[in-house]
């Protein structure tokens, strides 16, 4: 990673003028980065991705499923993520791979380490000890990476490029989270999701393929559970070939006015609050207290965020639709309300690892770069 100046934020410190409407005169924005104000057009963040830089990024180490009982173990393994003619790559694999055949039923996991970098990093659901003896292991390992220690700012442009996998129920995501949590747990802080996609190559929910030809941006708010406001502010695009097959430009301009996606260049779905912010949009029940009625019209999105990079598998939280069927009419192997989808899904390895197999380093989920500047 490196933080540096843009020509255009270096002459607008030399003439003392504003690069954007978000700038005063000495050409100091509204972005800030790890509490610091930046100077317009400034290039805050340059991951190229020569390295896997770990003062950059931490790796989650957890089997909680990410809240969505996710069917993957997140590790620090160079197996499932590593970085290739700058290129980074977050790759699935079986946990049976690792520890041997049999271990999704009679093996025991502890994410306890002793060194700092091996602490379990959520215990939540179970995260940090499981049995399979008691219904089955997560059946599948990948990477989650994060710059939570590193790296957050408010307001600025993102740009990230990168190829989604190749690969049934495989589930890519690069967002962002609120770094303090301000106003309350999830989803009161808010979320940004950058882009989304699912793996499989023809996945058909109500006439549409929401598998790899279709990408979406989401941003979650409310409240709190289960009240959110998502679905006014998520949109996807569809498109052949699908988002598998290169690699695309994602982007998000998070501004104190309004939060902009844009897909290769293109407006993608934009939101601008009224003067009531967030609040008034989502028009939540009137016996419920507005956490954000301290902040600003964008709260919860006034605070600064980190950025993520993950590669799960499956879940039961519906992103994964029950009445979705998959390549040649085949329907999901688990469905959201199994009492033991770990196992289900296990079961019907022979349908969905083969894809895995077939697409071999394109399973993975492929990260180019990530730039943000500040506004």
């Given at each position: 990673?490196?933080?540096?100046?843009?020509l255009?934020a270096?002459?607008?410190?030399a003439?003392?003028?504003p690069?954007?409407k978000?700038?005063?005169?000495?050409g100091?924005?509204?972005?800030?980065?790890?509490?610091?104000q930046?100077?317009?057009?400034?290039?805050i963040?340059?991951?190229?991705f020569?390295?896997l830089?770990?003062?950059?990024?931490?790796?989650?180490?957890?089997?909680s499923g990410?809240?969505n009982w996710?069917f993957?173990?997140?590790?620090?393994?160079?197996?499932?993520?590593?970085?290739?003619?700058?290129?980074?790559?977050?790759k699935?694999?079986?946990?049976e791979?690792?520890?041997?055949?049999?271990?999704?039923n009679?093996g025991?996991?502890n994410m306890?380490?002793g060194?700092?970098?091996?602490?379990c990093?959520?215990a939540?659901y179970?995260?940090?000890e499981?049995?399979?003896?008691?219904?089955?292991?997560n059946?599948a390992?990948?990477?989650?990476?994060?710059?939570v220690?590193?790296?957050?700012f408010?307001?600025g442009?993102?740009?990230?490029r990168a190829?989604?996998?190749?690969?049934d129920w495989?589930?890519?995501?690069?967002?962002?989270?609120?770094?303090?949590?301000?106003?309350g747990?999830?989803p009161?802080?808010?979320?940004i999701?950058?882009?989304?996609?699912?793996?499989n190559?023809?996945?058909?929910?109500?006439g549409?393929?929401?598998?790899?030809?279709?990408?979406a941006?989401?941003?979650?708010?409310?409240p709190?559970?289960?009240y959110?406001?998502?679905?006014?502010t998520t949109w996807?695009?569809?498109?052949?070939p699908?988002?598998?097959s290169?690699?695309?430009?994602?982007g998000v301009?998070w501004?104190?006015?309004?939060v902009?996606?844009?897909?290769?260049?293109?407006?993608?779905g934009?939101?601008t609050?009224p003067?009531?912010?967030?609040?008034?949009y989502?028009?939540?029940p009137?016996?419920v207290?507005?956490?954000?009625?301290?902040g600003?019209k964008?709260a919860p999105?006034?605070?600064?965020?980190y950025?993520?990079?993950n590669?799960?598998v499956?879940?039961?939280n519906?992103?994964f639709?029950?009445?979705?069927?998959?390549?040649?009419?085949?329907?999901k192997p688990?469905?959201a309300?199994?009492?033991?989808?770990?196992?289900?899904f296990?079961?019907?390895?022979?349908?969905?690892?083969?894809t895995?197999?077939?697409?071999?380093?394109?399973?993975?989920?492929?990260?180019?770069?990530?730039r943000?500047?500040?506004?």
């Amino acid at each position: 990673m490196k933080l540096l100046l843009t020509l255009t934020a270096i002459l607008a410190v030399a003439h003392g003028v504003p690069t954007s409407k978000w700038a005063d005169a000495d050409g100091m924005s509204v972005t800030t980065v790890n509490k610091r104000q930046a100077r317009a057009g400034e290039l805050i963040f340059d991951e190229n991705f020569d390295t896997l830089d770990f003062s950059v990024w931490q790796h989650e180490r957890t089997m909680s499923g990410g809240g969505n009982w996710e069917f993957q173990v997140y590790d620090n393994s160079r197996t499932n993520s590593y970085v290739n003619n700058s290129i980074l790559y977050l790759k699935p694999t079986l946990l049976e791979d690792r520890y041997g055949a049999g271990f999704v039923n009679t093996g025991t996991i502890n994410m306890h380490g002793g060194a700092p970098a091996d602490q379990c990093t959520n215990a939540a659901y179970y995260g940090c000890e499981r049995m399979g003896a008691n219904g089955a292991l997560n059946p599948a390992m990948s990477a989650r990476i994060r710059t939570v220690n590193s790296f957050s700012f408010k307001y600025g442009r993102v740009e990230v490029r990168a190829q989604m996998p190749t690969g049934d129920w495989l589930w890519p995501a690069i967002w962002m989270l609120p770094t303090y949590n301000a106003y309350g747990t999830w989803p009161g802080s808010g979320e940004i999701d950058i882009v989304e996609a699912r793996g499989n190559a023809r996945l058909v929910n109500n006439g549409v393929n929401i598998g790899a030809e279709q990408v979406a941006s989401t941003m979650h708010w409310g409240p709190y559970w289960p009240y959110n406001g998502y679905e006014k502010t998520t949109w996807a695009r569809n498109q052949v070939p699908g988002f598998n097959s290169g690699f695309h430009v994602y982007g998000v301009e998070w501004t104190p006015d309004y939060v902009k996606f844009t897909l290769d260049g293109t407006d993608l779905g934009t939101v601008t609050p009224p003067a009531g912010g967030f609040w008034e949009y989502g028009n939540f029940p009137a016996d419920v207290e507005n956490p954000w009625r301290f902040g600003s019209k964008m709260a919860p999105f006034d605070q600064e965020f980190y950025l993520i990079v993950n590669l799960a598998v499956g879940g039961t939280n519906g992103f994964f639709p029950d009445s979705a069927v998959n390549e040649g009419g085949a329907p999901k192997p688990w469905t959201a309300a199994s009492g033991n989808a770990f196992q289900d899904f296990w079961n019907g390895r022979n349908g969905w690892y083969p894809t895995w197999q077939a697409a071999g380093e394109n399973a993975a989920l492929q990260v180019d770069y990530i730039r943000v500047y500040a506004l």
